[in-house]
Every structure is written in C-alpha cells, then in structure tokens.
Nanobody, 116 residues
Framework: QVQLVESRGGLVQPRGSLRLSCAAS????????MGWYRQAPGKQRELVAI???????NYGDFVKGRFTISRDNVKNMVYLQMNSLEPEDTAVYYC??????????WSQGTQVIVSS
C-alpha cells in the first residue's frame, strides 16, 4: 500500500504564491508519470500538471505559465509551485502516482483558497 502525503494548503491572497509537496512512501524513481489534479466545488476533477520520468511536463490550459511541476526521485517527492494565483484556482489539490502494474494512488487532497 503506497501512501501519498501532501503538505498543507491554506489561504492565499490573489497574485500570491504557494508551493505544494507530495511525499510518496515508496520509490518514485521508476514511475513513468506523476501528476497534480484539482477539483473545485461543483466541478469535475481536472488535470493541473504531469511530469514524466524523463522530466518532460504538461499542463492544463488554465495554467498559462503560472505553475511548475517538479520531482525529486531521491526524496520520493513531487512538487507544484504555483504563482500568480487567482480566485478561480480555489480547489482541493491532489497528487497522483501510478505504480506497477497500473496501481493508481491518490493523496487525501489539500484545500487551497485564493481570496482577499
């Protein structure tokens, strides 16, 4: 059983920044892909960012250069740096990992509220 534990989210002012981290209880070195997703009230869960084993990244259309995903295969952690946050970014953020063979794990989610 793999556990994914996120850092705490919190309340952030518009135009502010926040860094989320996700720690995996098992090695992520061989994982082809890890990602961040989010879900706002009344909306479906959507892709925020993914990163492959080789370091290539892909982002949701709404990101528009504001977020950066990264991974540390030694510490077994994945990060999401969020800048220029807007009220529309308010959501519960989840990290996701897929372990062999097609075992999908989700974090518990952390609340991010962007408001003045």
């Amino acid at each position: 059983q793999v556990q994914l534990v996120e850092s705490r989210g919190g309340l952030v002012q518009p135009r502010g920044s926040l860094r989320l981290s996700c720690a995996a209880s098992e090695s992520i070195f061989s994982l082809n892909e890890m990602g961040w997703y989010r879900q706002a009230p009344g909306k479906q869960r959507e892709l925020v960012a993914i990163i492959t084993k080789g370091g290539s990244t892909n982002y949701g259309d709404f990101v528009k250069g504001r977020f950066t995903i990264s991974r540390d295969n030694v510490k077994n952690m994945v990060y999401l740096q969020m800048n220029s946050l807007e009220p529309e970014d308010t959501a519960v953020y989840y990290c996701k990992a897929i372990y062999p063979t097609l075992r999908i794990y989700w974090s518990q989610g952390t609340q991010v509220i962007v408001s003045s």
